[in-house]
Nanobody
Framework: QVQLVESGGGLVQPGGSLRLSCAASGFTFNIYGMSWYRQAPSKERELVAGISNGGVFTTYADSVKGRFTISRNNAKNTVYLQMNSLKPEDTAVYYC???????????????WGQGTQVTVSS
């Protein structure tokens, strides 16, 4: 069956870095756009970054532009989120999503991973 398994979260100090990974299985990975969303306590889930199926096109939330980088390895069926210069407001559960990327916009589906907690605190 379709599975998305996130890893790489943890506790990091402000200004630090983390790299999240999402391992996909059960579907043809290279025909789907992929993305990372996050949800902080008492807030709605929001798009952090999306990437096209071939990895050429990306989109980012304004709050993470210049700090986060989304990438993918289609040979390994994995999407990554490199997070640098982390801030306390980046604290959230980060989720991987399988969807569609078209004309600069990412369209999510109801296929989600279980999430990985990222906590930025001193």
């Amino acid at each position: 069956q379709v599975q998305l398994v996130e890893s790489g979260g943890g506790l990091v100090q402000p200004g630090g870095s983390l790299r999240l990974s999402c391992a996909a299985s059960g579907f043809t990975f290279n025909i789907y756009g992929m993305s990372w969303y996050r949800q902080a306590p008492s807030k709605e889930r929001e798009l952090v970054a999306g990437i096209s199926n071939g990895g050429v096109f990306t989109t980012y939330a304004d709050s993470v532009k210049g700090r986060f980088t989304i990438s993918r390895n289609n040979a390994k069926n994995t999407v990554y989120l490199q997070m640098n210069s982390l801030k306390p407001e980046d604290t959230a559960v980060y989720y991987c999503n399988r969807g569609r990327y078209s004309s600069g916009t990412y369209y999510p589906s109801e296929t989600w991973g279980q999430g990985t907690q990222v906590t930025v605190s001193s």
